[in-house]
């Protein structure tokens, strides 16, 4: 049973766009939320995270925007750059299950240059 | 991906045979994991240890899997006897502290059994 649910699988975006990547979770328990970035070859380093006493955290071009009532959360990245190709993971994690990440299946961001 | 060497970086191996996986962390670490990666499945946690005592081993697929970590610069996981449906990228990773802490991982090492 996948308690985050990460979409979409796959995007491709037009340098300059912008890149969303959505997920939702089911356990309102979970007050951790970080976007770990995966280039081919490598793997998975922390990009950006959130606690859900904010609604949004901006670090540089990528922002996380969090909306605890509907339980979701989702990454922005403005002025997409073909360097940003990667795969891009969301995971959460509570106190109660010991800080276990729980991880989703990823996306596959390819941005055209 | 420099906090965490792992080795081999790629391993061809034919059914049956037995493989290990290498991890040897920097120190100042107290936290270790070990993860699979799949496409269909994504990333798993097969288990993790603190300060060196495997902690949660709940998410070894099967008995065929087993982890040690005999001191905080070395751990091994080893798949014995390893099946075709055991290809994929195994990661080792650290982290100081568990709350809510950054994992860093290594490189990863590509399994493939034939």
């Known amino acids: 049973q996948q308690q985050v649910k990460q979409s979409p699988q796959s995007l491709i975006v037009q340098k300059g766009g912008i890149s969303i990547i959505n997920c939702a979770y089911e356990?309102?328990?979970?007050?951790?939320f970080p976007w770990y970035q995966q280039f081919p070859g490598k793997g998975p380093a922390l990009l950006i995270a959130i606690r859900p006493d904010v609604s949004e955290k901006k670090e540089g071009r990528f922002t996380i925007s969090f909306n605890k009532s509907a339980k979701q959360f989702s990454l922005h990245i403005m002025d997409s750059q073909p360097g940003d190709s990667a795969t891009y993971f969301c995971?959460?994690?509570?106190?109660?299950?010991?800080?276990?990440?729980?991880w989703g299946l990823g996306t596959s961001l390819a941005v055209n240059p | 991906d420099a906090g965490v060497i792992q080795s081999p970086r790629h391993e061809v191996t034919e059914m049956g045979q037995e493989v290990t996986l290498r991890c040897k962390p920097i120190?100042?670490?107290?936290?270790l994991f070990w993860y699979r990666q799949t496409m269909m499945r994504g990333l798993e946690l097969l288990i993790y240890f603190n300060n060196n005592v495997p902690i949660d081993d709940s998410g070894m697929p099967e008995d065929r899997f087993s982890a040690k970590m005999p001191n905080a610069s070395f751990s091994t996981l080893k798949i014995q006897p390893s099946e075709p449906r055991d290809s994929a990228v195994y990661f080792c990773?650290?982290?100081?502290?568990?709350?809510?802490?950054?994992?860093?991982f290594g490189e990863g090492s590509w399994l493939t059994v034939v």
């Open positions: 995971a959460a994690s509570d106190a109660g299950n010991n800080r276990k990440l729980i």
């Open positions: 990773a650290i982290s100081r502290g568990f709350s809510g802490n950054t994992i860093y």
């Open positions: 120190s100042g670490h107290d936290y």
């Open positions: 356990n309102t328990a979970f007050d951790y």
